[in-house]
C-alpha cells in the first residue's frame, strides 16, 4: 500500500515491520561467523514482536539462504548490510563520546538498542525518538529482559512528521551544547520536503561541533523505485516460507535534495564513504550481487557531517 500523508503503523505492519527487518538483520549479522557487530537484544526484541517469519529468521530456525535468491535487498545480504551499517553508526557514537559530546538523539529509534549495548561516558544523555506504541513496546521488552540503559536514556514519543524538536526540548535537550545525532535508514521513508525539514531542524538544534550521521541515496528518483521492485521481488519469494505483511512501496520516489550537498551548504563539513569503500575498510566481503539488480548498492552513501 503506498505511502499517505498521515498513515499510522506498528511494528509487525508497513514501515514499522521494516524495523523489525533491520533488528532481523543485526541478528543475522551478530550471529555470523566473523561478526561486526554483537547486539545480544535483537533476536529477544524480533521474537517479541512475534512475526513468525521474521522470527525463524533471527533465532536461526530459517536459513536466510533459503528464503530468497540473495542480493543486498536479500537474508543474507541483510545481515552483512546490517552489521555494516550498524557498525557504521556505532563507531560513529563512540567517536563522538570520544571528542567529549555527551548528547546523543537518534532519530526513528525502532528497535535500536544503542541506549543499552554501547559503553556511554558517565554523563551522557541518549534522546530516543519515535512513536509512542514503538518506544513503550521496546522498554517493556527491555525491561522485561533485565536490560538496563548504559547512558541517561529519555525516550521522546512523537512521529517525525509533527514537532518533534519542541517534543526534543521538553525532553531536557539543551540546543546550546553539541549533540550527536543519527538518522539511520530514514531518509527514503520521508518525502523530499520532509528531509529538508528534518535537516533544518537538525542544523538549528547544533551548534558548532555537533555531528551527524546519516545516509545519501544518490539519484533518489530512479533508485527509490529500483529499491521498490527489488524489495517487491524478494517478498513474493519471501511469502512461500509465510510472511503475509505489504512491505512495497513504502519509500518516497521522486527528486530531492542531494543530502551531502544540502548539508554542506547549511554549514555542516561533510564526509561520504560508498557501501564498497566501507565493507573493504571493515574487511567484509559482501554477497554477489546481479549488477542489472543492485543499482541502490552503489548509489548509497554513509555521511558524516560536523557543524562549523
Not at 26 to 34: F, G, T, W
Not at 62 to 69: E, F, N, S, T
Not at 242 to 258: K, P, S
Not at 267 to 278: I, K, M, N, Q
Request: net charge negative; aromatic share 8%.
Amino acid at each position: 500500500m503506498a505511502r499517505t500523508e498521515n498513515d499510522t503503523w506498528d511494528l509487525g505492519n508497513s514501515v514499522g515491520a521494516t524495523a523489525t527487518g533491520v533488528a532481523v538483520g543485526r541478528a543475522l549479522a551478530s550471529r555470523s561467523p566473523d561478526p561486526l557487530i554483537n547486539d545480544p537484544y535483537a533476536e529477544p526484541l524480533v521474537r517479541a514482536v512475534g512475526v513468525d517469519f521474521f522470527t525463524q529468521l533471527a533465532s536461526g530456525e530459517l536459513d536466510p539462504a533459503q528464503v530468497d535468491d540473495n542480493g543486498s535487498f536479500g537474508m543474507v545480504g541483510m545481515g552483512a548490510m546490517m552489521g555494516l551499517r550498524t557498525r557504521f553508526f556505532d563507531e560513529f557514537f563512540v567517536a563522538a563520546a570520544d571528542a567529549g559530546i555527551r548528547q546523543a538523539v537518534i532519530l526513528a529509534s525502532g528497535l535500536d538498542a544503542r541506549a543499552y549495548r554501547l559503553p556511554w561516558p558517565v554523563g551522557t544523555t541518549v534522546f530516543e525518538i519515535d512513536q509512542a506504541g514503538v518506544i513503550d513496546f521496546k522498554i517493556a521488552t527491555l525491561t522485561e529482559l533485565g536490560a538496563t540503559p548504559t547512558a541517561d536514556l529519555r525516550p521522546v514519543s512523537v512521529d517525525l512528521r509533527h514537532d518533534w524538536p519542541a517534543a526534543l526540548r521538553a525532553t531536557g535537550h539543551d540546543p546550546s551544547k553539541p549533540t550527536a545525532w543519527s538518522a539511520e535508514g530514514l531518509m527514503p521513508f520521508l518525502p523530499a520536503d520532509a528531509q529538508d525539514r528534518l535537516l533544518d531542524n537538525i542544523t538549528a538544534l547544533s551548534p558548532a561541533g555537533s555531528q551527524l550521521a546519516t545516509e545519501n541515496l544518490q539519484g533518489t528518483g530512479d533508485t527509490v523505485q529500483t529499491m521498490a521492485d527489488r524489495m517487491r521481488e524478494v517478498t513474493d519469494q519471501w511469502r512461500e516460507h509465510g510472511f503475509d505483511i505489504e512491505m512495497t512501496d513504502l519509500w518516497y520516489a521522486g527528486e530531492r535534495n542531494d543530502v551531502v550537498d544540502y548539508l554542506a551548504a547549511h554549514g555542516w563539513t561533510t564526509s561520504a564513504t560508498g557501501v564498497p569503500e566501507l565493507a573493504g575498510a571493515y574487511g567484509l566481503s559482501l554477497p554477489p550481487r546481479p549488477t542489472d539488480k543492485e543499482e541502490t548498492l552503489s548509489a548509497m552513501h554513509y555521511v558524516i557531517a560536523t557543524r562549523t
